[in-house]
């Protein structure tokens, strides 16, 4: 046997090895044969470096340094989920998903894992990027960390696509937390806070070698990609494993919501027999077909719902409240608790909300109080323990005055929340506009951090997002930890800024109510903040999705002489305030007025790109037949219940072909 042909045996024993024993947790060799068949492999690779392969089993030793690491865009965008907390909340979600497609529905579910979620590109077989599931939009590609981790295949087996994406969570079993623990203690180093954060902080480390001492898992469960030949959930998590994915075997198909609900109690009282930690359980509907036809909402899968388990709860002492301003001027009362564990982690501020949750709680300093840590990440207080309360205690009494620049708080009619109305002056307001406006799903500006905005603002420097442009390197070189590099990269992140198109320019103005997708409907409305400034609130109205309150904030906010200033200032400066050219070609309004449903499998063009092309014309793609509805768009497999549905309401269905002639 040749040089080559000894190096690609035993690597391909290697894999095989690894897979037996961290996938099938059925190892076939001693971890002493394992090792001197790995450190042959590894001499041969020195001593022949024209052999090297990226993916060989050697490479799991890390030793890769990264310290910037790269934002990558997803191929397939990472969407969160919906959670539910009891039985009622699923057979709604039944009921909404019943209502959308045609047939019977089964549902796989899926523990919900307790990690850092990750995405992984395989191309021919092989691993090509792993990355952070970032914003859902983009992530940062921590490749060189990930391929230290050994339930992370290098190189596949069988019959896998070309290209594909495949999603899961990357864990720290508690058994290896524990013992890295035990080190950290021993060498007098403060413990790890709980195996969730380890895990994903480990991502982000520098040196891989430092990775790989750490023992990560990485438990599968989605896999993205065109022309996959997987008709359903449960298939793909089958064919994962053949692949040579670790895919958790407690994953079930199942045909009803007491099915679910069965799952779901024996998993809440066996999770901690798990080797790791879980926090829910995840259903799925399992026909990736009626996955299509159900989609998205703006954040999250309709086909998918997490059932998280009942919140723990611990008691503590408020020692004091305290109020946030942010950068909308609204005043946020903070609870500053006695520092207590609380699922993981140490709880040491719960947030108040408003004044009427003060009153509804009567909550006053000195209490010991209840908190709860449920789906929401930030702890919130439940109740009172009236039992402990001290004799001389005395309702809280809601500031009037803004704790920041003691200016007057207002109370608009109808809203929870007290605000500072100083827009210019609070520091805190002005910091915080500016910080969304450098934020990544705003004009995600590289090398500008949110502590540097407010060091900037501090040595007035800035005093809004439009200043940024005018800032030289030599302004911000003397500032605290920030070196030649580092100005010149804030300075040129600030340039490359100007690139970013209209819709983002539009979220990152920070105008109240005027989120990523409100920004999205309103740059395609009206194609230039010009046109947008001179809107009138009936105008706005009219606009899709644009309700009078929405509308009320975007002429509030143009009608600020301050504030058309600033939007001059952007565009003098060369910042995206239009619709770019490229993009308007692309666009026309011949479905304006129109609402149009999306129905089967098509051929020519897949389901995300005939309902780009009814948006790009103008018209509303809407997921159920109504009287409003204009036509249906129908492809192969159109459910029988949405056609009679479609012919009893008189509505015309157009088949594929028909709507694309239709745009010509």
């Given at each position: 046997?040749?040089?080559?042909?000894?190096?690609?045996?035993?690597?391909?024993?290697?894999?095989?090895?690894?897979?037996?024993?961290?996938?099938?947790?059925?190892?076939?060799?001693?971890?002493?044969?394992?090792?001197?068949?790995?450190?042959?492999?590894?001499?041969?690779?020195?001593?022949?470096?024209?052999?090297?392969?990226?993916?060989?089993?050697?490479?799991?030793?890390?030793?890769?340094?990264?310290?910037?690491?790269?934002?990558?865009?997803?191929?397939?965008?990472?969407?969160?989920?919906?959670?539910?907390y009891s039985k009622d909340d699923l057979l709604d979600w039944e009921k909404r998903i019943k209502k959308m497609v045609d047939g019977d529905i089964q549902y796989t579910c899926e523990l919900k894992y307790d990690g850092a979620s990750m995405n992984l590109t395989y191309e021919n077989g092989k691993l090509f990027r792993a990355v952070t599931r970032g914003d859902g939009v983009q992530g940062d590609e921590v490749t060189a960390n990930v391929k230290t981790i050994n339930t992370v295949p290098l190189r596949l087996k069988g019959d896998y696509p070309e290209r594909f994406d495949i999603r899961g969570e990357i864990i720290l079993p508690i058994e290896g937390f524990l013992k890295m623990n035990e080190e950290r203690v021993t060498n007098d180093e403060e413990p790890y806070r709980n195996p969730r954060n380890t895990a994903s902080g480990s991502l982000k480390l520098q040196d891989s070698a430092e990775v790989a001492k750490r023992p990560l898992e990485c438990l599968l469960y989605s896999i993205k990609g065109n022309n996959l030949n997987i008709s359903t959930q449960f298939e793909g998590l089958q064919k994962a494993r053949e692949w040579g994915f670790k895919v958790p075997k407690e994953a079930k198909l199942v045909n009803s919501i007491d099915e679910i609900l069965d799952y779901v109690a024996y998993w809440d009282k066996h999770r901690h027999d798990l080797p790791y930690e879980i926090d829910g359980v995840v259903i799925k509907v399992n026909s990736l077909h009626q996955q299509d036809e159900l989609g998205f909402t703006a954040k999250a899968p309709r086909w998918a719902m997490a059932y998280k388990f009942k919140a723990e709860q611990v008691s503590t002492r408020l020692n004091e409240i305290t109020y946030q301003v942010g950068r909308t001027g609204a005043i946020t009362p903070v609870a500053n608790l006695e520092p207590v564990q609380l699922a993981g982690t140490i709880v040491k501020r719960a947030s108040l909300h408003n004044a009427d949750q003060i009153e509804k709680l009567d909550i006053r300093e000195g209490d010991e109080v209840f908190v709860e840590k449920g789906g929401e990440i930030i702890p919130k207080i439940i109740a009172v323990d009236l039992t402990q309360r001290p004799d001389n205690s005395s309702p809280t009494q809601y500031i009037s005055t803004c704790p920041e620049c003691e200016t007057q708080l207002i109370r608009p009619e109808g809203e929870a929340k007290h605000y500072c109305p100083n827009y210019n002056g609070c520091a805190p307001q002005v910091v915080g506009r500016i910080q969304h406006y450098i934020s990544r799903k705003a004009m995600d500006i590289e090398g500008l951090g949110a502590e540097t905005v407010a060091l900037l603002v501090k040595e007035e420097l800035i005093s809004n997002y439009a200043d940024l442009y005018e800032l030289t390197e030599e302004q911000v070189i003397p500032l605290e930890r920030m070196a030649e590099k580092s100005a010149e990269n804030l300075v040129n992140g600030i340039e490359a800024s100007k690139q970013i198109p209209f819709e983002r320019v539009l979220f990152a103005l920070g105008i109240r109510y005027v989120g990523e997708t409100v920004a999205k409907k309103l740059a395609k409305h009206y194609k230039s903040i010009d046109a947008l400034m001179f809107a009138s609130v009936l105008d706005l109205v009219t606009v899709d999705e644009i309700g009078e309150r929405i509308a009320e904030s975007v002429v509030d906010f143009f009608s600020s002489e301050g504030n058309r200033r600033i939007v001059e200032r952007l565009k003098s400066y060369g910042v995206q305030l239009e619709v770019s050219a490229d993009k308007l070609a692309n666009q026309t309004e011949k479905l304006k007025g129109l609402s149009i449903v999306v129905s089967g499998v098509f051929e020519s063009v897949s389901r995300n790109e005939l309902k780009k092309l009814i948006e790009d014309n103008g018209g509303k793609v809407s997921s159920s037949i109504s009287s409003k509805t204009s036509y249906v768009v129908a492809g192969d497999k159109m459910g029988p219940s949405k056609r009679t549905k479609a012919e009893n309401l008189g509505i015309p269905i157009l088949s594929e072909q028909g709507f694309l002639n239709k745009l010509k």
């Open positions: 046997m040749d040089i080559k042909s000894k190096i690609e045996s035993l690597r391909d024993e290697l894999r095989q090895h690894n897979y037996n024993y961290y996938v099938l947790d059925n190892p076939t060799i001693s971890d002493y044969e394992f090792d001197i068949k790995l450190k042959e492999l590894q001499a041969l690779e020195e001593v022949h470096p024209e052999f090297f392969d990226a993916n060989s089993p050697t490479q799991r030793v890390g030793g890769a340094i990264t310290k910037n690491f790269n934002t990558v865009v997803h191929d397939f965008r990472m969407y969160s989920l919906d959670n539910s």
